[in-house]
Structures are given as C-alpha cells and as structure tokens.
C-alpha cells in the first residue's frame, strides 16, 4: 500500500525527523487560510500516489497566500499519471541549497534490506542508478545487527557527501530504518533530504510504502487504505473479503485461485471477449462465496456475461456445483453463465449441473468460446 507524501512525513515527524511545517488541503480557501496561519512563502504539492510531481507541474511556489491559492486552483483536480490530485499540501517552501537521496527498501535477490544513499537527490533514484549509478552507496543490512554508525559513515563517505550531511544524516537514515522496520515497509524513502541555505538538514519528501500482508499489524493505517481505493466497486469488494480487481470489459470472471484467474482472463481475451474483472475466490465454493462472488462482479453494469472457471481439489466440484445451484435460486440474474469445472468431482458437479440455467464447458477454451458467444449473441 502506498501512503501519500503527508501521511509519510506525519509518520516521520513521529519519530523526529525535522520535516517542513505544513498541512493537506483540498480547496483553494484552505490552501490560502494555510499559507497565511505559516506567513511565509509556501509550496504547495499534489498529494497522488505517483513520483514525478515536480516534472508534472504537481508542485509549485506560492509567495504569498494569494499566489498560493492561485496555484492551488491550478493542482487541484489536475491529472497527474492518470491520478487526479485531490488535495494538496501546503508548507513553508524549503531554500535548497543541495538535494540528497536516503532510501531503504527490501533486495529480494539478495534476502536483504537495503540501504542507499546519494548525493544526486531530488530526481528519482531509478534515473541515477541508470546514469550514474557510482553515485548511490549502498550497503545490505544484516537484520541481527541493524544499522550501525559506523555504517551510516561509510555510506556518507561512499556517497561523497560533503561533511555537513555526513555528521547530520545519521539522525534521519536510522528514523528512517526504524520506521521501515515498525511499520513493515516495502519502501522508505527521503528525496529530497535538502540542506538550507543556513546549513540545516530536512525531510523535503517522504515515500513510505507499506507491505500489504502485514496491514493487519497496523489498524492505525486502515484510514490511509481507505482513501486510496478510488474504485467505488473494489473498495466493497474489499470490504467483503474478496480478491478482485476491475478491469473495463464485459466479461465477468471468477475462479479459484490467482493463477488459474489469471490464465482464464488471458484465453477469454484470446477467444475474443474482454475480461470485466479478476475475481479469485480462494478455496472452497460454499453457497454464500459463490453469491457474494456474483453479486459483486454484478455491480459493474459493463458485465454482460460471467465465466466460472473451477478447478476441483481440496474444493470438490459437486460441493462448487451446489453452491452455484443454490445461489442462483435465491438470485435474479440477468446474464448468461458459464461453468467450467475440472478436477475432484467434476462429473458429478457437471450433471448436476444439467437442466439449469447455468452452461457447462469440459474445458477452459471451451467456457471461455461459449461465454464470448452468449455475450455477442446478446448484444447482437
Ligand atoms: P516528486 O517529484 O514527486 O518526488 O516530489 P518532491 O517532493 O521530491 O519534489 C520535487 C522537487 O521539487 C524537489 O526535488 C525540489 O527540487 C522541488 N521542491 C520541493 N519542495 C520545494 C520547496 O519547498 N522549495 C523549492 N524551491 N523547491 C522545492
Ligand atoms: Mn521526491
């Protein structure tokens, strides 16, 4: 999960690292009301889960409360990487001296976390690595030992770091370590960390993301989750427990299994049709999953048609054959279905199948060739 810049520096503040005074707003009004309460020049910063603001036209100067509400009325609502800046936030404007780069983020490869730091700060690490990787020190953590100072010094001498930010660094790198660690992050990241004019250090962004797995460890972010599902039909998806996610066709797909979703919506795209969704139901087909199931794909009016692709295991195909049969008694659906069901069971669930309103298919290019056909024939 990705929190926006705000939430990552209150999340920093906590753990005191010096971060630019400043608040969210989402109307010109407040952006003016901030600016002024600061009295100072300000800048005021698209708040979207997406880096390259800067570049977009997502940040931007404000020296008076006047200029910062007019370039409020600029950001907000504009697109930024297809994400539409719905609020912004308004802090005093840092004088940058220089721009750094400290990040933490996991190295699969190598089992580790890691550690990197560069003095080539402010535009995104990706492009440095690329062009002047030399200049990114980095160094993986052993988890027993952590991050030690004398670490963090050689990090800043690698990175060439003038002495200034070698002696303050320490401070931010080993907040920004614990809040990896407390908060179980995929990514922690300060860039810019900038040096004032007056010789002083600060957290100028705050990427923080969060591994999805461990949300659980941290009710005090489900306020954050919330707001980042901007698809209404996801977020209640969600809600009730369901691994979906939508896509813009008309084909509902549901199945057992990420995998087995996966391969279903690339042979319906195959055959011709245009997956509406991914909907992975897990294990087992009680009535009640395979209800919430449709009557959740059924919520995006593009669906004409639902394929089920069930693959019998520990899940038996009879059990997933009445479930079906008893959740489209107590429901009044209007599309075509089709069921395709293999493995453990599934002749039985298939002749159970016989006679009612559902379409059985052997296979999965099967089911998917008679959903796609349902669904022309439909709209023809
Ligand atoms: P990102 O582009 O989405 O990563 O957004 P950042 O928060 O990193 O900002 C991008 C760039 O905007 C920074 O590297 C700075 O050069 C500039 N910037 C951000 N905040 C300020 C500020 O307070 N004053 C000035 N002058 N520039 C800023
Ligand atoms: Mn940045």
Do not use: W
């Not at 707003?25 to 100072?40: C, F, N, Y």
């Not at 797909?253 to 979703?261: K, Q, R, S, T, W």
Request: glycine share 10%.
């Amino acid at each position: 999960m990705k929190i926006h810049e705000y939430q990552g520096k209150e999340i920093l503040a906590k753990y005191g690292v010096p971060v630019p005074q400043g608040r969210v707003a989402s109307t010109p009004d407040e952006v003016e009301t901030i600016a002024r309460e600061l009295g100072k020049p300000v800048v005021v910063k698209a708040q979207v889960h997406a880096g390259g603001r800067g570049k977009a036209g997502g940040i931007k100067l404000g020296k008076t409360p006047e200029e910062a509400r007019a370039v409020a009325e600029q950001i907000l609502g504009m697109d930024i990487k297809g994400l539409t800046v719905e609020k912004v936030l308004v802090e005093e404007a840092a004088d940058i001296k220089e721009e750094y780069y400290l990040g933490i983020t996991t190295d699969r490869a190598a089992r580790r976390n890691i550690v990197m730091v560069s003095k080539e700060g402010g535009i995104e690490i990706e492009i440095v690595a690329e062009e002047n990787p030399d200049a990114i020190a980095k160094l993986h953590l052993d988890p027993a030992i952590g991050l030690q100072d004398f670490q963090i010094r050689q990090l800043g001498f690698d990175a060439k770091l003038p002495p200034v930010a070698l002696k303050g660094m320490g401070a931010f790198l080993k907040a920004l370590y614990r809040v990896y660690l407390d908060y179980d992050c995929s990514l922690a990241e300060i860039n810019p960390l900038i040096l004032t004019g007056e010789g002083k250090l600060i957290a100028a962004d705050a990427k923080v993301n969060l591994d999805d797995n461990a949300l659980f460890r941290h009710p005090d972010l489900a306020q954050y989750q919330e707001e980042q599902e901007d698809d209404p039909i996801e977020a209640e998806a969600h809600k009730r427990g369901l691994t979906y996610v939508r896509l813009d066709g008309d084909i509902g797909i549901i199945g057992n299994g990420a995998g087995l979703v996966m391969t279903t919506l690339d042979v319906v795209k195959r055959e011709g049709g245009s997956p509406a969704n991914f909907l992975d139901i897990g294990g087992g087909a009680k009535a009640e999953v395979v209800t919430k199931a449709i009557d959740t794909v059924l919520l995006d009016k593009n669906v004409k048609g639902i394929f089920f692709n069930i693959f019998g295991g520990i899940t038996r195909g009879d059990e997933v054959a009445k479930g079906m049969l008893e959740a489209i008694a107590t429901m009044n659906i209007q599309v075509p279905i089709v069921v395709r069901l293999t493995g453990t069971r599934a002749e039985e669930g298939l002749a159970l199948l016989e006679g009612s309103a559902l379409t059985p298919a052997a296979t999965m290019q099967e089911g998917a060739q008679k959903i796609v056909a349902l669904v022309n024939q439909k709209a023809a």
